[in-house]
C-alpha cells in the first residue's frame, strides 16, 4: 500500500470505483489517488483549459467570495496576499483590488512567475487548488514559508467524510483531484505547524500562524 503524501504514515484501501483507486491515511485522514493513476501535465492543462472562469462571470466571483469576503474582514487594509493556483482569469485578485487590498497571482500553468514565490504575504489563498497538488507535505512547507508571521493561509476545498459519502460524492469524479481532505486532516496539520484552524464553511478553513 501507498504512504500517505502528507504525513506518509502507510495507507489503508478506502474506495475502488470503476477508474481509480483511493487510499486512506489512519494518522491524518486524508484520502489519496495513488500515483499510478496520476495524469501527466500536458493531460492535466488540457482540462483546465476547458474552465473558463472570468471576471466577467458572477457566478464564480460569488463562489470565490465565500473565501475572499470573511478573509478581507480579519486582514489590515493594506495587506499583501497571494492566490497561489489563481488559474488562467486571476479572478480573485481582481476581486481584491476592488476593496484596495493588492493580491499577486501564481499558477503553475497560466501565471507561472516564480518570483512571487519568493516573498511573503499577509495572506495566502488557495481555492479549490490543494486537492490538485500530488505532494502534500512538500505544498504545506513551501506555503509555511509563504505567509508572514501573524498571517492568514487561506484554503476552499470540499472536505470529505465517512466511506458513505464518499461512493457517491461529485467531488472525486475530477480526474485531477488527487487528495481530499477530512476536517481531522486540517486539525491535524494545524497541531504540526502550530497553527490555530477556524472553520469558516462547510469548504473553507482559514490556517492562522502565529504571530513570532
Known amino acids: 500500500m ?15 470505483d470503476k ?4 487510499v486512506r491515511c489512519p494518522q491524518c485522514f486524508m484520502v489519496s489517488v495513488p500515483t ?7 493531460t492535466e492543462k488540457a482540462h483546465y483549459d476547458c474552465h473558463h472562469n472570468d471576471f466577467a462571470d458572477a457566478g464564480y466571483q460569488h463562489f470565490l467570495s465565500r473565501t475572499l469576503t470573511p478573509l478581507l ?17 486571476a479572478v480573485l485578485s481582481q476581486m481584491a483590488a476592488k476593496h ?19 516573498q511573503q504575504y499577509d495572506f495566502v489563498c488557495l481555492t479549490e487548488v490543494i486537492e490538485h497538488i500530488a505532494d502534500a507535505q512538500a505544498l504545506v512547507e513551501q506555503l509555511s514559508q509563504l505567509v508572514l508571521p501573524g498571517g492568514i493561509l487561506a484554503v ?12 457517491n460524492w461529485h467531488y472525486k469524479i475530477d480526474p ?4 481530499f481532505y477530512a476536517l481531522e486532516t486540517f486539525e491535524w496539520i494545524a497541531r504540526q505547524q502550530g497553527w490555530q484552524l477556524e472553520v469558516i464553511d462547510s469548504d473553507v478553513v482559514f490556517f492562522h500562524l502565529p504571530a513570532c
Open 2 to 16: 501507498s504512504s500517505c503524501p502528507l504525513c506518509h504514515h502507510d495507507t489503508v484501501a478506502f474506495h475502488q
Open 36 to 42: 499510478a493513476f496520476y495524469w501527466d501535465e500536458a
Open 156 to 167: 476552499m476545498t470540499k472536505r470529505v467524510s465517512d466511506l458513505d459519502g464518499f461512493i
Open 73 to 89: 474582514t480579519r486582514v489590515k487594509p493594506n495587506a499583501n496576499g497571494l492566490d497561489f493556483g489563481c488559474g488562467e482569469g
Open 100 to 118: 484596495g487590498i493588492n493580491v499577486a497571482n501564481y499558477d503553475l500553468f497560466y501565471h507561472p512567475d516564480t518570483r512571487v514565490l519568493s
Open 19 to 22: 477508474k481509480r483507486a483511493y
Open 176 to 179: 485531477t483531484h488527487i487528495n
